[in-house]
């Protein structure tokens, strides 16, 4: 499976941002897709994890309430919908996938074996 991210750009406090994850492959529909983020000078941290049927999903603390992780198999991408976003959220987010029909209980990235080259995400104050 190869991984595209897009749609990351400049955006003021408070606006919005669609993040997409398009992947190659016919079996994309079997995986957990993830999204992580790393800030400069921090560690990649995870965002929000979606399971391969779309049955559950999780986020973390930090973006709950503003930011959904959402799939469309047929279409083999998983987008990440930003609203409201904070100048905290500025980073490189990266979407990761996981095989073998994953649930979205899988938080670290060590668990995700294909990686997108990641889409630069800036919020200003």
């Known amino acids: 499976v190869q991984l595209q991210a897009s749609g990351g750009g400049l955006v003021q406090a408070g606006g919005s941002l669609r993040l997409s994850c398009a992947a190659s492959?016919?079996?994309?529909?079997?995986?957990?897709v993830a999204w992580f983020r790393q800030a400069p000078g921090k560690e990649r941290d995870i965002v929000a994890v979606i399971s391969w049927n779309v049955v559950s999903t999780y986020y973390a603390d930090s973006v709950k309430g503003r930011l959904t992780i959402s799939r469309d198999n047929a279409k083999n991408t998983v987008y990440l919908q930003m609203n409201s976003l904070k100048p905290e959220d500025t980073a490189v987010y990266y979407c990761?996938?996981?095989?073998?029909?994953?649930?979205?209980?899988?938080?670290?990235?060590?668990?995700?074996?294909?990686w997108g080259q990641g889409t630069q995400v800036t919020v200003s104050s």
């Open positions: 492959g016919r079996t994309f529909s079997s995986y957990a």
């Open positions: 990761a996938a996981r095989g073998g029909y994953s649930g979205s209980y899988y938080y670290t990235e060590g668990k995700y074996d294909y």
